[in-house]
């Protein structure tokens, strides 16, 4: 046991130091912030900025560790699908996901738990939680910005 362990821990150490040379989840540059919904109070986009922001918008805070990989690779991973999902600072393009927001926030799903784990004043109470669900659906309303109607919709 103890050959195996001498052995594991420098595999281990060489392992970590090689995976910090794969290039994915390098890139930390933030696109410009081009616009913003229409929010419905200055108090839903603060609640919006602490608690999601950070994965759907252009203004990503990138901590120590998404230097580092494997943590820098599912930190640009999970920006990516965020920003994909919906995305603050893009708001003219359409937000396929921007009418399920309030739904997922009042469902607790909402800023992500492994989310959570590491940024803690992005939790949430039930009153800022209801607050910014309610102000979710003032401002981006029913069916979301710029989504695209399907062809039933449009009637044909």
Not at 52 to 80: G, I, K, M
Request: charged share 30%; hydrophobic share 40%; net charge positive.
């Amino acid at each position: 046991m103890k050959r195996f362990l001498r052995l594991l821990v420098p595999s281990l150490v060489v392992l970590v130091v090689l995976i910090q040379f794969v290039p994915y989840g390098r890139d930390h540059a933030n696109p410009a912030a081009r616009d913003e919904p229409k929010w419905d109070k200055p108090e839903t986009r603060a609640l919006a900025k602490r608690a999601c922001f950070d994965c759907h918008s252009n203004e990503t805070a990138w901590p120590w560790y998404s230097h580092v990989a494997p943590a820098s690779w599912l930190l640009r991973h999970d920006v990516d699908e965020g920003r994909s999902e919906m995305n603050f600072s893009e708001w003219s393009k359409p937000q396929d996901e921007a009418d399920k927001a309030s739904k997922m926030v009042r469902k607790e799903r909402m800023p992500l738990r492994k989310y959570l784990l590491l940024h803690p004043d992005a939790r949430l109470s039930a009153a800022e939680r209801d607050v910014l669900a309610s102000g979710l659906d003032a401002t981006i309303g029913v069916r979301g910005p710029a989504k695209k109607m399907t062809e039933q919709e449009l009637g044909n």
